[in-house]
T-cell receptor
Framework: ETGVTQSPTHLIKTRGQQVTLRCSSQ?????VSWYQQALGQGPQFIFQ???????GRGNFPPRFSGLQFPNYSSELNVNALELDDSALYLC????????????FGQGTRLTVV | GQQLNQSPQSMFIQEGEDVSMNCTSS?????WLWYKQDPGEGPVLLIA?????ELTSNGRLTAQFGITRKDSFLNISASIPSDVGIYFC???????????FGEGTQLTVNP
């Protein structure tokens, strides 16, 4: 059974650019959630995808968008990058959207300069 | 929105000592989860609690789901150097499976 994998592990982008982060969910898990973790803080919920539809969204602007594919993998897209977008972006998968523990990938460290 | 207060913020202990940390919430949660995060890594699930009053152990770790459903604690017995890291509590409410995280407890174990 494979765990949650994210790519890339590190990324440096310039303010105003766009970025796409990728996540492969754990085998058997159909729900993927994305979190942003700023340095020294706990992860903050961005949004969740279930059956290729957005199923809940946190307090993030529309320039944060996502996709889920039929194989349950997911992408997080961020447009018009700002310096404050620099953070560790975490993907988590779970077997059901309503209950069940979430298992995290190793994260993508995004630095915006 | 929901807020989780996690304490203490940091702990410095000697190897072999027991550790206790807790989380309190202004809102009810249906699930409490405890994670450990090492630098540059994603959080790793330690214990999941699904029922008010539930007490669950995982090796030297014990966690409880508070009876009011607004709090949870994690105990680590006989700490060892590899217990070093940041411990996060997370609550899952009725609105879906989004997790609300505490601010973390930084644990340092001196050998």
């Amino acid at each position: 059974e494979t765990g949650v994998t994210q790519s890339p592990t590190h990324l440096i982008k310039t303010r105003g650019q766009q970025v796409t982060l990728r996540c492969s969910s754990q085998s058997g898990h159909n729900t993927v959630s994305w979190y942003q973790q700023a340095l020294g803080q706990g992860p903050q919920f961005i949004f969740q995808y279930y059956r290729e539809e957005e199923n809940g969204r946190g307090n993030f602007p529309p320039r944060f968008s996502g996709l889920q594919f039929p194989n349950y993998s997911s992408e997080l897209n961020v447009n018009a990058l700002e310096l404050d977008d620099s953070a560790l972006y975490l993907c988590a998968s779970s077997p059901l959207p309503i209950a069940g523990a979430a298992f995290f990938g190793q994260g993508t460290r995004l630095t915006v300069v | 929105g929901q807020q989780l207060n996690q304490s203490p913020q940091s702990m410095f202990i000697q190897e072999g000592e027991d550790v206790s940390m807790n989380c309190t919430s202004s809102s009810i949660f249906n699930t409490w989860l405890w994670y450990k995060q090492d630098p540059g890594e994603g959080p790793v699930l330690l214990i999941a609690l699904y029922k008010a009053g539930e007490l669950t152990s995982n090796g030297r770790l014990t966690a409880q789901f508070g009876i009011t459903r607004k709090d949870s604690f994690l105990n680590i017995s006989a700490s060892i150097p590899s217990d070093v890291g940041i411990y996060f509590c997370a609550g899952q409410g009725r609105s879906g499976s989004r997790l609300t995280f505490g601010e973390g407890t930084q644990l340092t174990v001196n050998p």
